[in-house]
């Protein structure tokens, strides 16, 4: 039987060191690093829409916390040595907030794309990008032994409906302004 412990424990057992390095790395881009840095794409691209996206990211990240406090879903046992000293996180599991953050920058960014590259190849490239993110961001979290693959499910779903709610407010907001004009 296939359960989500099987899961952490069949990623942590075939985990070298040199992934688990790698993992620690990319988990990076699921918490502020990856904030700047989808940040300064996104305000360079549409100010407005960038602070959007910080305000959409607060909301969200404050939504995140009350769902974890409301579950309260312990985070997975860690087997594996060289995990372990990562995993000693603090605070409860369902949603990963690493993942909301994956699937909020990803939605934001491939909006962004669409809405200001020219290029048919620049959007697919970015299609393929914001599809794989917010995945390599959940696998990073499991591999890494902090949450399960629910909990990286559900955040990456908590990231996205915010971005695309907050992308479809903004776009209300901005039809609405060019009509009392």
């Known amino acids: ?20 390095s ?13 904030l700047i840095i989808f940040f300064a794409i996104i305000f360079f691209r549409d100010k407005k829409l960038s602070v959007v ?3 959409t990211f607060v909301v969200a990240s404050v ?27 603090d605070g409860y599991s369902m949603p ?15 909006y962004t794309i669409l809405k200001t590259s020219r290029r048919k190849s620049t959007k697919v490239l970015c299609a393929i990008f914001c599809t794989l993110f917010p995945l390599l961001i959940a696998y990073s979290r499991m591999v890494l032994g902090v949450h399960y693959l629910s909990d990286t499910l559900v955040g990456i779903a908590v990231g996205v409906i915010f971005a695309l709610l907050a992308i479809f407010l903004y ?5 609405r302004r060019k009509i009392a004009r």
């Open 1 to 20: 039987m296939i359960t989500e412990a099987n899961i952490i424990r069949f990623l942590q057992t075939n985990a070298s060191v040199g992934w688990i």
């Open 22 to 34: 790698f993992f620690q790395f990319v988990t990076l881009f699921g918490s502020y690093l990856g």
């Open 53 to 55: 996206f910080v305000v």
């Open 63 to 89: 939504f995140n916390q009350l769902l974890k406090q409301i579950i309260m879903r312990d985070r997975p046992f860690v087997t594996y040595p060289d995990i372990e000293n990562y995993g000693g996180v």
């Open 96 to 110: 990963s907030g690493h993942s909301v953050c994956g699937g909020l920058y990803a939605t934001f960014l491939f």
């Open 171 to 175: 776009k209300f907001y901005l039809k």
